[in-house]
Every structure is written in structure tokens, then in C-alpha cells.
């Protein structure tokens, strides 16, 4: 008989990567974290282009809230910004498996809601009663996922 072709096969580097891994998912808040990071730049360019979270524009304005921003002095006529303070208080908090994202100005639910009087200006739901993300934040939080889960099977 022939001598015999051994092969030594290294685990290491797999074992590793798989326990890197499974410490990604225990303690996934830089996923969570990552997902708040995309949905703020995605709330903010909705203020830049006035839309809703399905790219639909936001009705304009009454003529009747034009007529109090010009009696108030406001040197703006942008819809859902007087002062910047609502856009600028788009935050998001994480944790290990949970991310929130929205605004501390209390004002803001009637822009996302709409009211009586006014029409819904949504900068965070695509669907308010449904709970359901725009189609793009959707989009882009399965992306942040998959690059999450990529990279956690790379080297530690």
C-alpha cells in the first residue's frame, strides 16, 4: 500500500468567527444603533424635500397659516419649520434590541397624526395607525441588517 497523504485541517480561525459571531447577536445594540443612525438621515432629508415616508409630498400650506407666519414675521414659509427646532431634535435612542426614533417636541405628533385642522405632514410613519415604516426606511434597515450580520462572520 501507499503511504498515506495526511491533511491537518486549523479549526481556529472558524471557531472563531463563529464566536465572534454569536457575541455580535447577545448583544446586538450597534445593529440598533446603526438602524437609528439611518432612520434620523432618512427623517432629515425628508425636512430637506418635504415628503413622507412613502415620497409623497406634503400638502401645502393653508393660506390662512401662510397669512400668521408673514403676521408673526416668520422669515419662512416652510412647511413643519418655523425656528428648526422640531428637525433639529430628531434623535434616536438604542439598546441592546430596541431602537426609538422621533422628536422631543410634543407638537410633532400632530404633523405625523395630522388633526382636524390639519393635514398629516408624516416625517416618521409611512403608516401612523398600521405602525409600518416608509418603503425606503424598510429598505434601508434590512440593508444596515444584512451588513450587520456580514459583518459578524468576518474576522474579529
Known sequence: MADAIVFEVSMAPLLQAVAHALSQAQRPRTLMQNIGGSLVSNVNLRFINRVDPDGHAWLPLSPKTIAMKQKRGKST????????EM???IAYN???DWVEVGTAMRYGAYHETGTSRMP???FLLGDFNAGRLGADDESDVLEVINEYL???FGPP
Open 77 to 84: 414659509l416652510l412647511m413643519l419649520y418655523n425656528e428648526g
Open 87 to 89: 428637525q433639529d431634535s
Open 94 to 96: 438604542a439598546g441592546d
Open 120 to 122: 398629516r405632514r408624516s
Open 150 to 152: 456580514a459583518g459578524s
